[in-house]
């Protein structure tokens, strides 16, 4: 009976992740269209196979939002876009509506407990 939770499961899962695909596809090529191939923060161009590093960001973070316009599209390559989406986190922490990933127990050992004694030259 696991088994058959375990196939389903991973048969969801898989299928979810086709459906993105799919939709991320569609509104990638249409931004390709509609865009110059140059990234909005940079301003690399890319090209040939190096085209691939350009991703669609989403202006407002809500990847179901595609206007046919794509006025809430910008091109950005991969760098810039992990530097957006890292820039959204960190904002959204000091405004104290953490993301998960950012929601982790505090450490248990302290780096600089000892620091006086290294500073004094006790060991």
Same mark, same amino acid.
């Given at each position: 009976? /696991?088994?058959?939770?375990?196939? &389903?499961?991973?048969?969801?899962?898989? =299928?979810?992740?086709?459906?993105?695909?799919?939709?991320? =596809?569609?509104?990638?090529?249409?931004?390709?269209?509609?865009?110059?191939?140059?990234?909005?923060?940079?301003?690399? +161009?890319?090209?040939?196979?190096?085209?691939?590093?350009? &991703?669609?960001?989403?202006? /407002?973070?809500?990847?179901?939002?595609?206007?046919? /316009?794509?006025?809430?599209?910008?091109?950005?390559?991969?760098?810039?876009?992990?530097? +957006?989406? $890292?820039?959204?986190?960190?904002?959204?922490?000091? &405004?104290?509506?953490?993301?998960?990933? =950012?929601?982790?127990?505090?450490?248990? /050992?302290?780096?600089?407990?000892?620091? $006086?004694?290294?500073?004094?030259?006790?060991?």
């Amino acid at each position: 009976m /696991d088994q058959r939770k375990t196939n &389903t499961s991973q048969a969801i899962i898989a =299928a979810a992740r086709r459906e993105r695909a799919l939709r991320e =596809a569609s509104y990638r090529e249409r931004a390709l269209k509609l865009f110059p191939h140059v990234c909005a923060r940079c301003g690399r +161009e890319l090209s040939g196979k190096r085209l691939r590093e350009l &991703t669609v960001h989403h202006k /407002d973070h809500n990847h179901d939002h595609n206007p046919p /316009d794509g006025s809430n599209w910008e091109l950005l390559c991969i760098y810039c876009h992990d530097n +957006e989406h $890292g820039r959204h986190e960190v904002a959204e922490w000091y &405004t104290g509506e953490a993301p998960e990933e =950012a929601e982790r127990s505090p450490a248990l /050992d302290s780096p600089f407990a000892k620091l $006086g004694d290294l500073l004094k030259g006790k060991k």
